[in-house]
């Protein structure tokens, strides 16, 4: 695979034991929800602001928080 599909495998393997699974590229969904929340996905936002999208923290990101 691709760099970044690598990173991701070895990333989620790492944090679930499932490099398949899917996710953000550093974070599995499944470890990121969790059990009874509301479930809420962000296009273009990552856990990783080095896959040149905005990190969940940035303060363009926060007032997609704000509004659910």
């Known amino acids: 695979g691709y760099p970044r599909e690598m990173l991701a495998y070895v ?21 990121a929800w969790l059990h009874g929340s509301e479930r809420i996905k962000l296009e273009g936002v990552s856990h990783f602001v080095g896959f040149g999208t905005f990190w969940y923290g940035s303060s363009i990101v926060i007032p997609q928080w704000l509004q659910r």
Do not use: K
């Not at 679930?16 to 590229?25: K, L, N, V």
């Open 11 to 31: 990333s989620y393997r790492g944090v679930s034991g499932d490099g398949g699974s899917w996710g953000d590229g550093v974070v599995p969904a499944r470890s």
